[in-house]
Each structure stands twice: as structure tokens, then as C-alpha cells.
């Protein structure tokens, strides 16, 4: 493990980019997404361009479905070694 190095962060990511991301990775249309959810589509849209907060629940809702965590969409830019150091 002596030769690794740390991933450094390319870009800043926002929370509505995240969810867009993730979707997308997993080859969702916001329709999908919605149907799967129970999120109305406009809901999500607004969302994935920072118009709506996420809150809890939806980030819940939206990680069960994209299969990840809710931090992952919630906190898209926390940086856990800076934080463990503070």
C-alpha cells in the first residue's frame, strides 16, 4: 500500500449533478426514474438542475432506486480526509 496515491478531486460536482450523474449511469430517463420513485419527473428535473433542494426522504427515495447511498447524492464533494483532520 506504500505506492498508492490519494485521488485528488477533478471537479466540483452539485448535488442536483450527482443525482443527474448517477441516473445516467444507470441508463434512467427522468421518466424512468420518476415511475420508479414515485418523484413526479418535473420534481426530478428540477432537482438535477438545482432548482429544488433534495431533503432526506427524496434522497432516500432516489438511492434505493439508483442503487447507491444517499450520501453519495447529498454530499457529492465531501472530502473525508479533510474532515477527519479538522
Known sequence: ???????KKQV?????????IIRELQEMSQ???AKETGIPQSTISAIENDRVNLGVERAKQLARVLKCHPAVLVFPGWDIKHENAA
Open 1 to 7: 500500500m506504500k505506492n498508492y496515491r490519494i485521488a
Open 12 to 20: 466540483n460536482v452539485s448535488v442536483g449533478q450527482s443525482v443527474r
Open 31 to 33: 421518466n424512468e426514474l
